[in-house]
């Protein structure tokens, strides 16, 4: 599977982006995807996940009610919609998929990773 990340960009805090993931694969329905994020200095960390149905997802607590984890398994794409910016969401975003039914929270969890997309919120 390869994935490929787009979506990112410099935005104001308040505003929205919406990050895409293409897959290549006749597979992707079978596979869990994620996005994960990382901000200069710090350690790559969990934002959100889907599972294969697009039926469950969980989120990080600190983007909880702003953002938006969705799929759409006849496009091979799975979307993040980020509402409400905040400085502190600036990272670089990376798309994961892993072999699994269920959603899951760890990096190690997941097999393939997209190169990443660089969000950027001004104050």
């Known amino acids: 599977v390869q994935l490929q990340a787009s979506g990112g960009g410099l935005v104001q805090a308040g505003g929205s982006l919406r990050l895409s993931c293409a897959a290549s694969?006749?597979?992707?329905?079978?596979?869990?995807m994620g996005w994960f994020r990382q901000a200069p200095g710090k350690e790559r960390e969990f934002v959100a996940t889907?599972?294969?149905?697009?039926?469950?997802?969980y989120y990080t607590d600190s983007v909880k009610g702003r953002f938006t984890i969705s799929r759409d398994n006849a496009k091979n794409t799975v979307y993040l919609q980020m509402n409400i910016l905040k400085p502190e969401d600036t990272a670089v975003y990376y798309c994961?998929?892993?072999?699994?039914?269920?959603?899951?929270?760890?990096?190690?969890?997941?097999?393939?990773w997209g190169h990443g997309t660089l969000v950027t919120v001004s104050s």
């Open positions: 889907i599972n294969w149905s697009g039926e469950s997802t």
């Open positions: 694969g006749r597979t992707f329905s079978s596979y869990v």
């Open positions: 994961a998929a892993g072999s699994s039914r269920t959603y899951r929270t760890v990096a190690a969890q997941y097999d393939y």
